[in-house]
């Protein structure tokens, strides 16, 4: 057995209350044994930082521990080098701490050190990724850990070496966080990424926060308890009121669409109302507009009407004590869903009933499709369908009965047609969107309602629709079809039918 100096010991504290926070019996004399285990493999190692290696898994616990992220997992977190960098095994960690750990690390293992070295050795290690993901999703959820802790201690790297690991993070990362609905560890990836990839920006985009923050210290300071004190008297079941500011990256980007005039962006400062029920919501709506008088066409019911990407909340801009000020109001559940996305969720485990994806939530069911896509031979090819059709944001369209289509953003009628069935795909000749006649290559939104034209005539796709269409089922479909069509073509010519 290991010393453990102070500070270690209270890492270790922290992460063993904070799983006990998810689950009152969990085992913390596991998450010890696991860390002088890792402390003792790892011996006389060194980061590039110069402190002891076992910094990087204990802060990879701990993350994964915040996320709260069940007891495998976390315990995976402190042994996901001892593997590939020690001279301990996936099987010593079998005999130590079991299957599901081992299995765990060994996940880890598959997917190797991601380095960039050219485009194929690239995409080949973006499989194998989304394989085990596909396999154990827990397994990148402790990469997401493990990036961050890296992201934060890039600076010893060189500068090429950084901005290969920040684009990165930002490009494959987050925008899996994001699909997964995570979005604290989403912005916290992007954060760290943007410092290296634009520092001036960055300085600059941070100093915003402060400017605006240090103008807003007041209304801070005020609003929140006259608010407060206005839903208790509505009788509206307020559980907290806090104030917020803009992530330094979603900001950057809004500042790049409103080409750098910071004097646009109104949701810097954002003042964030949790209610217990969805009716609270919308009362509490109604309460901050009688006493700040809302900016026009500034009122966004995201609850009604959720982002793609599955983002729920009420948000209005309001004119407050000569300030613009976002409110942001949202349900305790939803706020805990924005907080730790399907983690929160103990049912990612579909793999123990036989691949059997029945109850897992529905957020991660695009994760069974993965594998699929490993199938691609080209890398190119492979690199397109992954960035449109496995990480971008999805669009909720519905069939004139009702169903719900799940979609990649920028869909089109085309799309919708092959994903109910071929024939209907290969018979479109129009498509109905909310009743009104549009043409196939238009992008669908959420919400819409469509009806596809079908023509009985005619039997097959056009080679246009490929210009257009989304998904990598429509490609498929249609490239097929047309292929099969070319060979007919040709042996009927050679048998002198033609
Ligand atoms: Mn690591």
């Given at each position: 057995m290991s010393t453990r100096d102070k500070a270690t010991q209270e890492a270790l504290d922290t992460i063993i209350s904070n799983m006990r926070a998810r689950n009152p019996q969990a085992d913390g004399d596991l998450v010890l044994l696991a860390y002088d285990f890792a402390a003792e493999a790892h011996k006389g190692q060194v980061r590039m930082t110069g402190e002891p290696y076992i910094i990087h898994p204990l802060a990879t616990a701990l993350t994964l521990s915040e996320m709260n992220?069940?007891?495998?997992?976390?315990?995976?977190?402190?042994?996901?080098?001892?593997?590939?960098?020690?001279?301990?095994?996936?099987?010593?960690?079998?005999?130590?701490?079991?299957?599901?750990?081992?299995?765990?690390?060994?996940?880890?293992?598959?997917?190797?050190?991601?380095?960039?070295?050219?485009?194929?050795?690239?995409?080949?290690?973006?499989?194998?990724?989304?394989?085990a993901m596909a396999e154990d999703i827990r397994v990148v959820f402790i990469k997401f850990a493990d990036r961050l802790h890296n992201l934060r201690t890039l600076g010893a790297l060189p500068r090429e070496k950084q901005l290969r690991i920040a684009t990165e993070s930002i490009e494959i990362y987050a925008a899996i966080a994001n699909r997964l609905g995570m979005w604290q560890i989403k912005s916290e990836l992007e954060d760290e990424a943007f410092?290296?990839?634009?520092?001036?920006?960055?300085?600059?985009?941070?100093?915003?926060?402060?400017?605006?923050?240090?103008?807003?210290?007041?209304?801070?300071?005020?609003?929140?308890?006259?608010?407060?004190k206005k839903l208790e008297q509505e009788a509206v079941n307020a559980v907290r009121i806090e104030s917020r500011h803009k992530r330094l990256?979603?900001?950057?980007?809004?500042?790049?669409?409103?080409?750098?005039?910071?004097?646009?962006?109104?949701?810097?400062?954002?003042?964030?109302?949790?209610?217990?029920?969805?009716?609270d919501c919308y009362a509490a709506l109604g309460i901050v507009h009688q006493h700040y008088k809302p900016l026009?066409?500034?009122?966004?019911?995201?609850?009604?009407?959720?982002?793609?990407?599955?983002?729920?909340?009420?948000?209005?801009?309001?004119?407050?004590?000569?300030?613009?000020?976002?409110?942001?109001?949202?349900?305790?559940?939803?706020?805990?869903?924005?907080e730790y996305g399907i983690s929160s969720n103990t049912r990612w485990h579909y793999k123990e009933k036989g691949g059997n994806m029945g109850k897992v939530d529905r957020r991660l069911a695009w994760v069974k499709d993965l594998p699929k896509f490993a199938a691609i031979a080209d890398h190119e090819t492979y690199l397109r369908s992954l960035k449109i059709e496995a990480l971008q944001n999805r669009i909720f369209v519905f069939t004139p009965k009702g169903d719900v289509i799940e979609l990649p953003e920028g869909s089109t009628p085309i799309d919708f047609a092959y994903h109910l069935h071929t024939h209907i795909g290969n018979s479109c000749v129009g498509a109905k969107v909310n009743d009104v006649l549009v043409p196939v290559a238009t992008a669908l939104m959420s919400g819409d309602v469509v009806e596809i034209v079908l023509d009985k005539n005619r039997t097959l796709p056009s080679s246009d629709w490929l210009k257009f269409v989304k998904t990598t089922t429509a490609r498929s479909k249609i490239k097929g079809i047309l292929k099969r069509r070319n060979v007919l073509h040709r042996l009927s010519s050679l048998l002198g039918r033609s």
């Open positions: 992220m069940d007891e495998a997992t976390v315990i995976a977190g402190l042994l996901h080098d001892v593997p590939e960098d020690t001279t301990y095994t996936v099987e010593d960690i079998r005999k130590n701490f079991g299957d599901e750990v081992a299995g765990l690390t060994s996940g880890i293992v598959k997917l190797g050190k991601i380095k960039y070295r050219g485009i194929e050795r690239y995409v080949e290690n973006l499989r194998k990724m989304f394989v410092k290296y990839l634009h520092p001036e920006d960055y300085a600059t985009v941070k100093s915003y926060v402060d400017i605006d923050l240090e103008k807003k210290k007041e209304i801070i300071k005020k609003v929140p308890l006259f608010i407060k990256w979603s900001l950057y980007q809004k500042w790049l669409e409103h080409e750098k005039d910071v004097s646009k962006i109104y949701d810097i400062l954002a003042l964030r109302i949790i209610v217990k029920t969805i009716p026009k066409g500034r009122i966004k019911d995201y609850i009604a009407n959720p982002k793609p990407n599955g983002y729920r909340s009420l948000h209005t801009t309001v004119f407050c004590e000569r300030h613009v000020v976002e409110f942001q109001i949202r349900t305790e559940a939803i706020d805990r869903e924005v």
